[in-house]
């Protein structure tokens, strides 16, 4: 089956021109001017972008984290990804049980997302704290196997990792060819000022915030840069930098040219700042970690991805609770912030917040807009061109969108499980009209077209973080 989208502002990361797509079955056959084919089904795209569907490689589907679990599977959070614009995503697992191998949480994320997913979906890995022998060796198992070449850590939270055992990790990564992903903040910090407050009875959510400074991020952002450094400069990729003095750290390490490094920021810290914790009920929303910082810090990060070549991707850590009183998750915090269960929706929302107070306000190209939600994000997990691109011979995964109308954020634009979105009453510049998954139209005008299950799991490559 042939499909040919027509006269479209088509939209690389490099470049921004008119033209037309043809597709056959799964894969675009061809990009250029006045391409006709016999038989196919014609698009017309005259007056609307042709971008490369969105990639978010940091969510949290289905999520354990031990006091609740995110109420978003793998099929309600993908059709929220799907009616946004998202074709792909790479998912964070959540911990495993104790001592558990690095396989555990392989097997049980494909019981939890096979014949769920109704878009392309791949996996970090996750290490936990203790680091063994056995666990390092896993490593290269899970990239040789599962194609899973990336792993997360953490430097807070239970199952944290300590130096030494982050030190072990990068080196046995590098060896394997693997990315580690870090979540930075400084635990020993965080945890004694989160006891204080309680202690204290400064209980409401305007406290989160203060219970995590920034400065936490930064030490942790930059003790990852030099641990990775001593560890051969193992392949790093920071997630969710929340703050203008983690920024500092990165724009720091790439003035001196550290190599292997991959910068993430996160929808929510461009658009939304800490006043949202202003009101203790509605602050509980936005309760996640990092926490949203002030104005200045999304200003930088903004001027930072103008700028290019400081952050690589933007992403979401979408991890959605229910709000609303009575046996909502988020609830759990209404008289102790620290009992609150960290994370927020987001993946409905990242590609049109990024089009409309990105590229329609005039803080980034719309070519820009391409980098960091899609062809940066293949590239940095070992995706890209297959995903991310929109060249000959890959999956024609594309979405247009249509400037001349709005995106109003309010409860009938919600498609995943969430009962709320914490960018409610914003009326976007623009409008996603038709999203293709490997040429099927899985979304047309707000509906959505897909089936369960119709989602491949992606074996992943080599990241461009790894040289040599
Ligand atoms: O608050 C958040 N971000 N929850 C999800 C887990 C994480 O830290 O990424
Ligand atoms: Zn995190
Ligand atoms: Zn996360």
Known sequence: MKKLIKNGNIATDSRLFKGDILIEDERIVEVGEDLSAEGAEVIDAAGKYV???????????????????????????????????????????????????????????????????????????VMQHPITEDRLKELAEIKEKEGISSVKIYMTYDYMLLDDEIFNVLRAAKEAGVVITVHCENHGVIQQLRKEFVETGRTEAKYHPLSRPARCEAEAVNRMIHLAAMAGDAPLYIVHLSSAEGLHEVIRARSEKRPNLGVETCVQYLVLTDDEYEDPK???????????????????????????????????????????????????????????????????????????????KGRISLPQVVKYSSSEPCRMFGMYPQKGSLEAGTDADIVIIDPSKTTRIDKDFIRGASDYSCYEGMELQGCIERVFLRGNEIVSEGKFLGKKGDGRYLKRGNSVLVTG
């Open 282 to 360: 509605e602050g509980l929303k936005a309760i996640m970690s990092p926490p949203l910082r002030k104005d200045q810090d999304r200003e930088e990060l903004w001027a930072a991805l103008k700028e290019g070549g400081i952050i690589d991707t933007v992403a979401t850590d979408h991890c959605p609770f229910h709000f609303k009183e009575g046996k909502a998750e988020k609830q759990y915090g209404k008289d102790d912030f620290t009992r609150c269960p960290n994370g927020a929706p987001g993946v409905q929302e990242r590609l049109m917040l990024l089009f409309s107070e990105g590229f329609m």
């Open 51 to 125: 971008i490369p569907g969105a990639v978010d490689v940091h969510t949290h589907m289905d999520l354990d984290v031990g006091i609740a679990r995110a109420i978003d599977d793998f099929y309600d959070g993908t059709v929220a990804a799907a009616c946004g614009g998202t074709t792909t995503i790479v998912d964070h697992m959540a911990f495993g049980p104790k001592d558990c191998s690095l396989w555990h949480q392989v097997n049980e994320y494909h019981k939890l997302a096979d014949g769920k997913a109704v878009i392309d979906y791949g996996f970090h890995g």
